[in-house]
């Protein structure tokens, strides 16, 4: 059974904080944070959420909760996934539209991965799925890919959003109810 009253968030991004938090505590889940520098693994999104967790919780020595985000291109077979965040780094949001130039498919999945583990145990991991498309940058940029993500049936992507819309739809959302159905189990 998880304790849930002793969760620690591993995170040093204040927007993904902002977000867990406001999906969480109206379940009464109140979590704390701390930044921890991770090793940045490779491998699958599986494989990068449960060895992130597992590291976490055997260094803060209490049960954590860890978060990976990754954008999957169509036209490049699931690319950049989970290097995302590097990808951003290096090209920018003009630079990720220009990696769909020569492709007709412009869809893209955003994929959270939630590890839930205890010290000694191991990881419980959950993933949140949002079917969009890349488009040219629009609204705030400063909260990483979200201004070219676009999510399906909807004309805003996610930094045009209202966050109160974003945080019932999006991929973060649908991987934290997962986690919420566990925690309460």
């Not at 009464?28 to 930044?35: A, D, L, V």
């Not at 950049?80 to 007709?104: A, C, S, T």
């Not at 893209?108 to 079917?131: I, L, S, W």
Request: glycine share 8%.
């Amino acid at each position: 059974m998880p304790h849930i009253d002793n969760i620690t968030f591993v995170t040093g991004n204040a927007n993904k904080l902002r977000e867990v938090q406001a999906i969480l505590s109206p379940a009464g889940i109140n979590i704390r944070s701390e930044s921890l520098d991770l090793p940045e693994l490779q491998g699958t999104l599986t494989q990068v959420s449960s060895e992130k967790a597992r590291t976490a919780a055997n260094l803060l020595k209490c049960p954590v909760l860890t978060e990976d985000t990754s954008l999957c291109f169509t036209a490049m077979n699931g690319l950049p996934g989970p290097y995302i965040k590097w990808f951003m780094q290096g090209l920018g949001h003009e630079g990720l539209n220009r990696m769909l130039v020569g492709f007709d498919d412009k869809s893209a999945d955003a994929v959270c991965t939630f590890a839930y583990c205890e010290p000694g145990k191991e990881p419980v991991v959950f993933e949140g799925r949002t079917r969009g498309k890349i488009v040219p940058a629009r609204g705030p940029t400063t909260f990483g890919w979200d201004a070219v993500f676009q999510p399906a049936g909807f004309e805003e992507t996610y930094a045009e959003m209202d966050k109160d819309i974003k945080n019932t739809i999006s991929h973060r959302y649908l991987s934290l109810q997962k986690v919420l159905d566990f925690l309460k189990a």
